[in-house]
């Protein structure tokens, strides 16, 4: 299999510099073979790119490109607390939370911009466990955040 950033660069994708946390907290923490990140914001070169509701100001589609910048954002943090993603051993649960309208009930469509990407990068390793939650507002007004609990080797 070829290395998960050579995976990403097939895609037209590289990992971003580890967002920095916009509280106190640090983007990932390791116990044992997994990793827990922290949520993840659509962050891309420190700016979010897009904010508002899912349903709303948000599309679907541009949520879902949110998710894939919030997953590339959580590997970011994964590779930064174990130095190569190549030691992933499988992507074990994403939760993806969508601030959304009331009425919005396409969060798993959003939450696949995140699914695919993993799926893509890392094969059979990136099938993984989720949830796709509503909720009414996140941080910074983002329409998507994504944390991830990933096995190491």
Known sequence: MSHPEEKLAELG?????VAKPVAAYVPAVRTGDLVY??????LREGTLIATGKVGGEVSAGVASECAQQCALNALA???AE???LANVKRIVKAVVFIASTPDFTGQPQVANGASELFGQVFGEAGQHA???VGVPVLPLDAPV???LIVEVG
């Open 13 to 17: 994708l590289k990992l971003p510099d």
């Open 37 to 42: 990140t922290s949520g993840q914001l659509p």
């Open 77 to 79: 943090a994964v590779k």
């Open 82 to 84: 174990i130095g190569d």
């Open 130 to 132: 989720r949830s796709a």
């Open 145 to 147: 955040e994504v944390e």
